[in-house]
């Protein structure tokens, strides 16, 4: 069955980096673009991050845009998302997902991580 799992998550001061994974099983990870979400308390799941299985093509929500970078092993099978410049606004739980475009970021998620908790704070 598919299974990704969200990792890397912790608390970090202002300025400070993080880098989260998910790790990917039970089905053909090289052929899916891959999602970062979040969603903080009392706000709506946006989205951070998508990288394309075809041409690797990367998107970046303005917010995180020059501070995150998204990147994927596909003999791992892992996508990461290096995350720079941390900022309070940050903070919120962090999900990776399958794109149900298949190979191409559409901005939507399909199967779920459980996801990994940042918190950034002094």
């Known amino acids: 069955q598919v299974q990704l799992v969200e990792s890397g998550g912790g608390l970090v001061q202002p300025g400070g980096s993080l880098r989260l994974s998910c790790a990917a099983s039970?089905?053909?990870?090289?052929?899916?673009?891959i999602g970062w979400f979040r969603q903080a308390p009392g706000k709506e799941r946006e989205g951070v991050s998508c990288i394309s299985s075809s041409d690797r093509s990367t998107y970046y929500a303005d917010s995180v845009k020059g501070r995150f970078v998204i990147s994927r092993d596909n003999a791992k099978p892992t996508v990461y998302l290096q995350m720079n410049s941390l900022k309070p606004e940050d903070t919120a739980v962090y999900y990776c997902?399958?794109?149900?475009?298949?190979?191409?970021?559409?901005?939507?998620?399909?199967?779920w991580g459980k996801g990994t908790l940042v918190t950034v704070s002094s």
């Open positions: 997902a399958t794109d149900p475009k298949g190979p191409s970021c559409s901005g939507r998620g399909d199967y």
């Open positions: 039970g089905f053909a990870f090289h052929y899916y673009a």
